[in-house]
């Protein structure tokens, strides 16, 4: 069956250190990968896309890794900060239609 | 703010009511997104209009009636809604054409069933 995994429900990482998140995918074939922001009582807010024949992308403190072989994106935030708290949704497109299809997220408190 | 606008932002209806959902864009956007998502979960697609048709219904329940009046305006019709239905309404847009773009949410509409 097809399945989006993000590693874990809920993480808390110090002030200042690295965050990292993970997506695990299975029985899809996207042709990129997008990463979102959802702060309580708010839609999602687009932050980075990544396409199948890259490996990395950057934009400031957020990195994103793609392996389409281990199926697997990683989400890095760097010198992470309270204000960074969110839940984090990694979605896949297929690129057939105009679907995207969302993970469960992950919770992430940055703790002061 | 986001460039989505949704109203309203609270909706309190009982089951026998009927209501609408609005959702506006002027970025120009052909594509446009009705999700609706419960507490902690993802968002779960609904319906999907591409150059105002609708082009996916994930079997959504047909006391929900969505509406496309022109390329900016989507609407969600409400109609003897149950108490399992209240949950956070999301529109989105996305520019289209090649599926590399991102979606952009609105700030959804909180509906609570009675």
């Known amino acids: 069956s097809q399945k989006i995994e993000q590693n874990s429900e809920a993480l808390n990482i110090q002030e200042g250190k690295t965050a990292t998140l993970t997506c695990n995918y299975t029985n899809y074939s996207p042709a990129y990968l997008q990463w979102y922001r959802q702060d309580p009582g708010r839609g999602p807010v687009f932050l980075l896309l990544i396409r199948e024949n890259e490996k990395e992308k950057r934009k400031e403190r957020l990195k994103v890794t793609f392996d389409t072989t281990l199926k697997q994106s990683l989400f890095h935030i760097t010198a992470s900060q309270p204000a960074d708290s969110a839940t984090y949704l990694c979605a896949l497109d297929m690129r057939r239609d105009d679907k995207i299809i969302f993970g469960k997220g992950t919770r992430l408190h940055i703790l002061p | 703010d986001t460039e989505v606008t949704q109203t309203p932002k609270h909706l309190v209806m009982g089951m026998t009511n009927k209501k609408s959902l609005k959702c506006e864009q002027h970025m120009g956007h052909r594509a446009m997104y009705w999700y609706k998502q419960k507490a902690k979960k993802p968002p779960e697609l609904m319906f999907v209009?591409?150059?105002?048709?609708?082009?996916i219904n994930e079997s959504v329940p047909s006391r929900f009636s969505p509406e496309c009046p022109n390329s900016s305006l989507l609407n969600l019709h409400l109609h003897a809604l149950q108490p399992e239905d209240s949950a956070l309404y999301l529109c989105a847009s996305r520019e289209g054409g090649n599926s590399n773009q991102p979606q952009h949410f609105g700030d959804g509409t909180r509906l609570s069933i009675l």
């Open positions: 209009y591409s150059y105002e048709k609708l082009s």
